[in-house]
């Protein structure tokens, strides 16, 4: 998965939750995690509990000066607000966690904590990586889960299928939470196995969970169609890169011809004609905005990669040469 994505007009990137550290670091909160990769915590040994990226809570006694920025999560993550208020976003809406509620978040999630800032409370998560990145992709949940085959397939359903931002938590998932914060913070012995057992104990009340309430299914949210929709919306901010053709297929997980069918059922265009047009629109504006910029650097900054190609289909498309427009 890319490290960093464009959408908006603002650029997102893989969480590695700088503010975060830095707040850890300078003794403005508390945090107990254990974590690997960018994530705060004391790192864990490359073979223990393999999946999880980061687990643990912060506790902000006081009011902070800092928030988690737009990001993906390279996993599922699972966050339980024990105390206080959260401010919680997503691409749809604006969410104000309260205590005991839970949020469940995909890696195709754009999401942030903090509007701008958080808000004084003890925030727990676990962010386990199920090796997707796309909705349409099978999930692949680390050997020591150990749920049942027909209950561990009914919770992906209800992570998978539904999309509700935010959930209600019941006291039973609230001490299983509270159980892995003290169990990091005394760093005992055995914690490998307590912490895999917790976590497997969390899944099965986030399954009862889903059991015992109302939450609609939609099979639509992980069919390829939506993949490539949501890979449309970043490719109209993102046109720059030196996109082909196979790298859009691979950054999406689907082969070529399947990627090409679902993008022209979309735009009723090829990849490669759709990516044409939103550079040759770009480069309209961008000769009408500044005429002084040079047109080489207006064809390479909207990601053409000739000019002699770019003044062609420039052409084709305005019936002049990009200079003649300009």
């Excluded at 206080?84 to 890696?107: A, I, N, S």
């Excluded at 359903?157 to 019941?170: D, G, T, V, Y």
């Excluded at 939470?177 to 009340?205: D, T």
């Excluded at 015992?212 to 720059?240: C, H, I, M, P, Q």
Aim: with cysteine; glycine share 6%; net charge neutral.
């Amino acid at each position: 998965m890319k490290r960093t994505y464009k959408e908006d007009g603002k650029i997102y990137y893989a969480d590695n939750c700088k503010t975060l550290t830095n707040a850890w670091k300078e003794g403005r909160i508390q945090l107990d995690a254990l974590a690997r990769n960018n994530y705060p915590g004391y790192q864990m040994d490359p073979k223990m509990i393999p999946g999880i990226n980061t687990i643990g809570y912060w506790n902000a006694k006081t009011e902070q000066e800092w928030g988690l920025d737009w990001h993906r999560n390279e996993g599922i993550e699972i966050t339980f607000l024990e105390t206080g208020t959260m401010p919680f976003l997503l691409e749809d809406g604006v969410y104000t966690m309260l205590p005991e509620d839970l949020t469940v978040t995909r890696p195709w999630q754009i999401h942030k904590v903090g509007n701008p800032m958080i808000g004084v409370g003890k925030l727990h998560w676990l962010i386990l990586d199920v090796n997707v990145r796309q909705p349409h992709q099978n999930w692949k949940w680390p050997s020591w889960i150990i749920l049942a085959e027909d209950d561990l397939r009914e919770l992906t359903k209800f992570l998978r299928q539904n999309e509700q931002p935010i959930l209600k938590a019941n006291s039973d998932i609230k001490r299983c939470f509270q159980k892995i914060g003290n169990l990091i913070h005394e760093s005992s012995k055995n914690i490998e196995s307590r912490i895999a057992i917790y976590v497997n104990e969390l899944l099965m009340l986030l399954l009862e969970l889903y059991q015992t309430g109302t939450y609609a299914l939609n099979d639509t949210l992980t069919n390829s169609t939506r993949t490539v929709d949501l890979f449309l919306k970043e490719l109209n901010e993102n046109f720059s890169e030196p996109w082909t053709l196979e790298l859009m297929s691979s950054h999406v997980g689907l082969g070529v011809t399947r990627f090409t069918h679902y993008f022209k059922q979309l735009t009723n265009r090829t990849p490669m004609q759709y990516l044409n047009s939103i550079r040759l629109e770009a480069a309209q504006k961008q000769l009408k905005q500044y005429p002084q910029k040079s047109i080489s650097k207006i064809c390479y900054d909207c990601g053409f990669s000739s000019t002699q190609y770019f003044s062609t289909v420039f052409a084709r498309k305005y019936g002049c040469s990009p200079s003649e427009y300009k």
